[in-house]
């Protein structure tokens, strides 16, 4: 018999799909003794266990199913499913704004993997373009696959490649950019671009998925839709993060690329600006400005752009009982640079205040940023703080650790200058420090209505 319809089960899930004459992708009952399921059966990851059945139910929800539990099943066979979407040519329509879209990788850009059970990406631009049509009435689409890669695996070499690809797609006269992205990693990058693409004529927006395209609660569709009104059509000139609002499929948010962090790792609206409020709410049928001030759309191409990074830089979590040698081997290894990420408003223990020094006078450039994500440091309030000061790390005020350690690395890639490095890292470029926290900037209800 062909194994092949049997596709990743084994042992006695093999043994009995055999005995009742079932095989993968079938439309199937399956009687067992809590009840009668019915679905179809679905292929198993290689590097699972031998006694499950899987059914995807008409719900579009997978279901496994102890074998030990099954009386009976009932198959229809059907065709093998292809799993593959079609390219279609994209179309052009005259009057819509002209968007590029450039893929990276994620979820927004993936599929089901059945032979391992993970998401990986697959998905070209184009497949994007094809498995959501309604992009042909917001923008004519032009697509590039830039990169194919999970957004761990973003680093300051893509970071430098988007950014000289937004030059390159500013100076064409595109309307609008949009990146797609995975969305660990995403807020790094929209930081990395924000500070090496200044002076934008019209909007950059990075958008993800948190869930993958072949989950039926997937929102990639929904925020792509949302990604390119902004990019074509909205008038915010800015790097922006564009990701759903709302429990619900209300609205999106666009965030400022230096003010958005990652909040839960499965909710789709996981996406929260700090310190802040969003700078618009976002559906297809436009864009609607939260904030008075931004910058605005223009019809020149032109762009400042300081593509550089110096990855010798790491981020130091503060903890009860911490030790010099985390320090010291830092600076062994030749790093310059080190973003703490204090306790309280922003502190660290009396015993890491020798090898602070010792960073100091090495050369190591040292800045304060906090552990309660939300607030200002202050290290002037209590004796620690200022004694930090004085051993050489600068307090960052209210930008956020991540966007610190991006923004200190692309100093670095520019001057080792401790003077030029703290006049960057202290002069605002797109709200990464504000003056101070709105009313509503804690309690900000985002996404919550």
Known sequence: MNEDIFQGYKGKSLEILKKYNAHVWDDAEIETISGKFSGKILPRAENTDSVHIVLKLPTGY???INIHNITSIKSTKVAQPNLKIEKKKTPYT????KVKLLGTGGTIASRLDYRTGAVVPAFSPDELYSAVPELANICNLETEKVFAVFSENMGHKQYIALAHKIEEEVKKGVDGIVIAHGTDTLHHTSAALTFMCQNLPVPVVLVGSQRSSDRPSSEAALNLM???TAAGKGNIAEVLVCMLA???DTYGYLHKGTRVRKMHSSRRQTFRTIDDTPVATVTVDGVRPIKENYQ????DKQMKIIPTFDDRVSILYFYPGMKPDILDS???KGYKGIIWMGAGMGHINKEMYEAVERAHKAGIHQYMTLQ???GHSNMLVY??????MAKGIIPCENMLSEVAFVKLSWALGQTQDPEEVKKIMLTPINDEITLREPYNGFLVQQGEE
């Open 296 to 299: 605005v759309r223009r019809t």
């Open 246 to 248: 709302t429990t619900s």
């Open 383 to 388: 004796d620690s703080g200022r004694d930090a």
């Open 62 to 64: 997978n279901l496994g």
């Open 94 to 97: 005259q009057g819509l704004p």
């Open 330 to 332: 830092l600076v062994d």
């Open 226 to 228: 949302h990604a390119t």
């Open 372 to 374: 309660t994500i939300w």
